[in-house]
């Protein structure tokens, strides 16, 4: 009974301090009194169960004659409070007074106490607390407009009709209803009037233009120019102990990678002299560029780093050793983030500023990251993450299709998950393997081996020796002994399984298991290893390039039917629909036989045969050019040098392209894609100017698919790439002419298989939302228009005309 005197107490204290000015409060409580009986009695004079209403308490947890009993309880309770609120309101500030006042208060409570109410009413006194803030709201923003009125600055607060800023009078109405919706908007002066959204929207945002009659003081906006410092030349680094010290220590995922940066130093080297040579010392920008590894923060809960030394994935540690020495090497102003209090730092963020927005410019050019780290940038970054998401990259090892990154679009359709829907450019999102063009494949290297070295492979090669995929021990679970005991027949089965002190009774007992094995003895194994198999799990690792380039044929399964996020439990959730055909798709389709084989594991006598193959094919170590230190290199400066997501690309007309052909002695106007020789594509008309674009449009191939076939298939099957970028040159009524397609009826909407067409019913569907440009997007109805493009040998990032 004292405990709930005192929490009482202490409630109405809190009111007393809370609401100013303080009749707020008690009209507040009489509001809420009359909703309470209504509700309550309403309830009790129902057959229905009472709803959720926050004036609502379930009193058919009670008797129904004590219920009845209760409630008239509660309605004197309720009178009593009134009266002394009314009471209290007019007191003067002595204490003694104060004090008697609200102890006949909480006598008047105390008077019944059923199960739990003190904790009800208290909830119900935080929705009343509510209302009463958005009243003192409401009022203030009359008092703020009447202000506005006097002083003449009302109609300089007209919300402006501007085609450059065509959100702008929507987000006024947003900001009308949601603004006390976050505090950081109060943070920045908002106070409900039309002139502080204004002011907020044009100078902590960018969604209205700039107030003419604030120009002196407003702070500079992406819509104005801001005085940049002259821009610095970038220039090759071999020294890599800067980075070293940069990425720090304290945890065994922070010592894998620098173990890696330490190993492949001199072939870092090597490469950068190489891509020196190549680019014919051209000038290249130095950015400033943060490094945030979102998934080994402690805030993201780092389930890596204690897996290390035990046998778990290490795919993107790999991955990201790569790309900060990539950035180093390529001679960028480096910082590195590993925890959310360093990135706070890093981006200028106060402690305790919570989610309000950066205001002014952002103090880097670019900023890599992964999902966790976006996430924590959110929070930290809060509002300006739409103003600066811009100069974000995504490092998403599985990629990201355009259906699930436009977050409406995703909402409405059913491809909402738990990553995706952040709304960037598909091609901010950079992948470990080219397996989503609509993605940028930013990759990672393996060690690349001279001459002698392969020389001596091939000389102490073992040909009856295989090496399984397989670190864990609950890989090697259920449904891998038939096969397992065809390849024992012909080979000697190694295994480098983690354990501590056992033997993990998974592992046949055939099996020469060496145990989890540092890089440089894994490599040794490798290299006198004929075959290295795969039990299909985990996929698209590095760990199968790194075989194939020590010299080993790598032998996967086949899946039937393929894995997707629809059939399989790894794949659901993530913002893709791919269909996984193998294990590892790049090494099916990119490298091949017969450094690659894919077989149905089910099959005994295809397995069989497999392994004999094997024995009889001598193969040479093998690593495709954009998996070296110096391919990864190249295809990192061309995205950087190149790609900017800040500028806004200028609407392209098709009537604005120069295209004049000679005819007879006059000049006509001629067609904007023209049939390329010996193919069913077209390509862009030589005498017509090409818009400037990259990768620039002298590599565009337009084809159009099959029905039920996405762009990325239609392109692959022509020994193209598909090329986002150049969606949107082929999203209008010359490219479906230039294809012959005939169109009764030409439509543009928002869907992501658009620009497209129904040969059956002869409609032309145009591309209305440019984040919907899809190459993965398919329809069993439609025939896409497909932007296809050339590209280098051996790397598939980048067309021929791309460096």
Known sequence: MTAGRTDCKIMVRRCLVTFRPFRIFVVGVGFFSLCFLMTSLGGQFSTKRLGDSPFTIRTEVLGGVESRGVLRKITDMLEVILKRMDSLSKLDNTSATEARRLDELSSAINRFQPAGLVEKIQAIAQNVSNMAVRVEQILQNSMVQSRAVRDGTSSQCEVPR????????????????????????????????????????????????????????????????????PNRQAAFRTDLSVLLDQIGGGKESLSFMKRRIRRLTQQWATAA????????????????????????????????????????????????????????????????????????GFLGVPPGRGSCPLTGPLPFDLIYTDYHGLQQMKQHMGLSLK???????????????????????????GYRTNWGYWNLNPRQYMTMFPHTPDNSFIGFVSEELNETEKRNIQQNKVNNMAVVYGKEASMWKQGKESFLEILHRYMEVH????????????????????????????????RK?????GFGFPYEGPAPLEAIANGCIFLQPKFQPPHSSLNHEFFR?????????????????YIGSPHVMTVDYNNSLEFD????????????????????????????????????????????????????VSAGGSRAVGPLFVPLPNSTAVVWASNATAPS?????????????????????????????????????????????????????????????????????????????????????????????????DFRHGQVALCTDCL
């Open 162 to 229: 501007d085609s450059r800023f065509p959100e702008c009078p929507g987000k006024v109405d947003w900001m009308r209803a949601r603004w006390t919706s976050d505090p950081c908007y109060a943070f920045y002066g908002v106070d409900g009037s039309d002139c502080s959204f204004l002011i907020y929207l044009s100078e902590v945002e960018w969604f209205c233009p700039p107030l003419t009659w604030r120009n002196n003081t407003s702070p500079p906006t992406q819509h104005t120019q801001q005085a940049k410092s």
């Open 693 to 789: 674009a990259w990768p620039p449009l002298s590599s565009l191939r337009l084809l159009v698919s099959q029905e039920g076939q996405s762009c990325v298939e239609a392109c692959q099957s022509a020994r193209f790439i598909c090329e986002p970028a150049h969606f949107r040159f082929i999203n209008n009524k010359e490219a479906l002419r230039g294809l012959e397609v005939q169109c009764e009826v030409i439509d543009s909407e928002v869907n992501h298989i658009l620009p497209a067409f129904s040969v059956l019913r002869r409609e032309c569907g145009l591309q209305r939302e440019p984040l919907l440009f899809s190459c993965a997007g398919r329809s069993s109805k439609y025939r896409r228009l497909c932007p296809c493009r």
């Open 495 to 526: 295994g480098t399984v983690y354990y501590e002190t056992q033997r993990p009774p998974e592992v046949p007992a055939f099996v020469k298991n060496h145990g989890l094995l540092p890089q440089h003895e894994l490599q040794q194994l490798l």
């Open 573 to 589: 959730g993530k913002p893709t629909s791919r269909e996984v055909f193998s294990q590892h798709p790049y090494a099916e389709q």
């Open 387 to 413: 103003r600066h998401k811009c100069h974000i990259r995504v490092i998403d090892t599985f990629g990201t299709e355009p259906a699930y990154n436009h977050e409406e679009y995703a909402t409405l359709h």
């Open 529 to 533: 290893a004929k075959l290295f198999i």
């Open 273 to 344: 002299n190489r891509l020196d040579i190549k680019l014919g010392q051209r000038w290249r920008d130095q950015k400033k560029i943060l490094v945030h590894v979102g998934f080994l923060t402690e805030e993201s809960g780092d389930v890596f780093s204690p897996k290390v030394l035990k046998g778990g994935p290490l795919g993107e540690m790999v991955q990201w050793a790569d790309i900060l020495t990539a950035l180093h090497v390529l001679g960028h102003n480096l910082k590195i983030s590993m925890s959310v209090k360093e990135l706070q």
């Open 609 to 660: 045969s497999a392994i004999k193959e094997i024995m009889r094919t001598k193969v040479e170590p093998y690593l495709p050019y954009e998996y070296t230190c110096e391919g990864m290199l190249e295809r990192v400066h061309a995205y950087i040098q190149n790609q900017d997501f800040c500028a806004p690309e200028p609407p392209f007309t098709p009537a604005n392209i120069s295209r004049h």
